[in-house]
């Protein structure tokens, strides 16, 4: 997939490709049947209207092969300047950009990681919790934590992810490293604040690799015991973060969303 994607990308940008990278699980380990296929390009400066749209006919082109994990890809793009922040344009999240400066691999140009500065902590912080609110607040993910049977019934990507994803924006906010899946459920036990909450994301590493079957009541009682103080720690941590990095408005959402749960 990954060779498939430079390809196209050779293709598109023949004399502006610098570089191009994996990232995410493919990057630093980790890799499992739920996870992503993240690639970068970085291209010469300056970004052109062109180029998005290239980004959207390599996603197309990738989706309509049908290979295995063809609908799993995720393009992170932009010129250094762009990731430097200088100039607009490109999609690179700053947690992304954190993943290529730390942990990015290779595969075809010149590594240009130096030249990319680090994000700020308030950044990480607070695009996560912009993420987080999108992606983990809605009213039916709230039905789904509070119903381990309807939690059981989701896929297995998004039954990992809701669980594993705010264990990861707390490994990042804590240390300011990418939340990568084993490190951050490590660092959330090693906590020991909640005892059912830590069994849970362990059991969440798990099924990663090899999903629980709906009917399955160990893993209900695990979910039952241990969703509602995983969240809770996760908002209670990020709404006195947000209201430090003058983010007040953010802060009130976390704290509503906590009141929801």
């Known amino acids: 997939m990954l060779a498939a994607a430079v390809e196209r990308a050779q293709q598109f940008w023949p004399d502006r490709l610098i570089a191009a990278y994996a990232l995410g699980s493919l990057a630093h380990g980790g890799f499992s049947a739920v996870s992503d296929v993240d690639v970068a390009f970085v291209l010469a400066d300056p970004l052109l209207a062109t180029d998005a749209q290239h980004v959207a006919a390599l996603n197309d082109a990738i989706k309509a092969s049908n290979a295995p994990f063809a609908d799993r890809l995720s393009v ?9 922040g200088v100039s607009p344009g490109g999609r690179f999240p700053p947690l992304d950009r954190l993943d290529l400066k730390k942990y990015g691999r290779l595969i075809v140009g010149r590594d240009v990681r130096e030249s990319v500065p680090f994000p700020a902590r308030s950044e990480l912080v607070v695009v996560g919790a912009e993420l987080a609110l999108r992606r ?18 989701c896929d297995q990507k998004t039954l990992t992810r ?8 707390l490994y990042t906010a804590r240390t300011g490293d990418v939340g990568r899946n084993d490190v951050a459920v490590e660092h959330f036990a090693a906590a020991g604040k909640e005892r059912a909450a830590t069994e849970l994301v362990r059991l969440a590493l798990k099924w990663r690799h090899a999903c629980p079957a709906a009917s399955d009541q160990d893993a209900a009682a695990a979910i039952a015991a241990g969703a509602a103080a995983l969240y809770h720690e996760f908002l209670a941590d990020y709404e006195p973060r947000l209201r430090q990095f003058e983010r007040p408005d953010l802060a009130a959402s976390f704290r509503e969303w906590r009141q929801r749960l």
Do not use: C, N, Q, T
Request: glycine share 2%; hydrophobic share 50%.
């Open 76 to 84: 992170f793009w932009g010129s250094l300047p762009s990731l430097s």
């Open 136 to 153: 983990l607040a809605s009213d039916d993910v709230i039905r789904k934590l509070k119903s381990p049977e309807a939690l059981l019934r």
């Open 162 to 169: 809701l669980i594993l994803w705010p264990v990861r924006f």
